[in-house]
């Protein structure tokens, strides 16, 4: 199996998919372009893609949809190309789980270092358990439903969570018992926007705490590892 990075462009002009594919393809990746859903679909189904450079702004599915498509089966890197003018779509798309985002104009030098940038952080993430065949994580005395974002506890009362704490706690439950960077939970919960986010992790680990711990000033299930990030320590299991 060739090691080399594939990436697939797509978007609906065909001079930028031939100016981006030409470019990558001089800096040593594999490159597949795809004029819109369809044919990002096949190209998806039919090749092993390690990262996908997405237009939002194309005819018939556009790139939010697509890129909440490509969500729903796995989790290859998306890097989203937006216009000056789209700042909604733009937060749209990384809270739907696009990892970065560039906006037209832009120059390839800098496409290039973000896909960079994305495949690195992306290698250096821990492997992903198989989801289970019922979306239900119990915990402690907590029952996580992730079909209904519900967090419910014994006696079925439900904890509402935010967006932002639901896929923060998705992701230690994902990952018990490993220690995840501030890179690494904002790569599995929202990709990276710009490093000024690189905090918010630590703002959204104390609401977290304050709603599954018992004590949040001295947590036992969110632990703080300090210099390298946090680890969830409690058993997991999935119904």
Request: glycine share 6%.
């Amino acid at each position: 199996m060739d090691p080399t990075p594939h990436i697939l462009v797509v978007d609906d002009h065909e001079d930028i998919r031939s100016l981006l594919a030409k470019y990558l393809r001089k800096h040593g990746y594999r490159v597949t372009t795809a004029d819109g859903g369809m044919a990002m679909k096949r190209a998806v189904q039919d090749s092993a893609i390690d990262l996908v450079v997405l237009d939002i702004m194309m005819p018939g599915e556009d790139g939010l949809s697509l890129c909440r498509w490509l969500r729903a089966g796995d989790q290859t890197p998306v890097i989203m190309l937006t216009a000056m003018s789209e700042e909604t779509d733009r937060v749209i798309g990384l809270e739907i789980g696009a990892d970065d985002y560039l906006t037209k104009p832009f120059n390839p030098r800098e496409l290039l270092a973000r896909i960079k940038a994305v495949l690195r952080r992306s290698n250096s993430l821990p492997p992903q358990r198989e989801k289970p065949a019922e979306n239900r994580l119990s915990f402690e005395h907590w029952h996580l439903n992730i079909d209904q974002r519900e967090l419910i506890d014994e006696a079925q009362v439900a904890t509402p969570l935010s967006t932002a704490e639901f896929s923060l706690l998705l992701a230690f439950l994902n990952h018990p018992n490993r220690v995840l960077t501030r890179d690494q939970l904002l790569d599995l919960t929202q990709g990276r926007e710009a490093k000024v986010f690189d905090r918010s992790i630590d703002n959204q680990v104390s609401r977290l705490r304050k709603k599954i711990e018992t004590d949040p000033k001295a947590p036992r299930l969110i632990k703080t590892v300090w210099g390298g990030g946090y680890s969830f320590t409690a058993d997991v299991k999935r119904s």
